[in-house]
């Protein structure tokens, strides 16, 4: 009889909060942030569009994208 081994409750998100967490935990030890945005219905037509056009594949790509169009910032800023 083979024995299967059980993940370790680590691997596995049991609700959006602990997936949330976890995602916010991994790109901050990366360098990064998870951004969060609330967007009317108008915004959220815009980004379709840009998916039908076939610039992005998804929402989340489209916005990577339309931040990566705006300007460096001043490093004076930074």
């Given amino acids: 009889m083979t024995k299967t081994k059980t993940a370790p409750a680590t691997n596995y998100d049991y609700t959006g909060k602990d997936r949330v ?3 916010r935990k991994a790109l901050a030890d990366a360098g990064g942030a998870r951004v969060e945005a609330h967007l009317d219905a108008g915004e959220l037509a815009r980004l379709d ?3 039908e056009a076939g610039v992005a594949p998804s929402r989340r790509a ?4 339309l931040v990566q169009q705006l300007p460096p910032p001043d490093e004076d800023k930074i």
């Fill in 62 to 65: 489209a916005i990577k994208y």
């Fill in 49 to 51: 569009a840009l998916i």
């Fill in 21 to 23: 967490e976890r995602q």
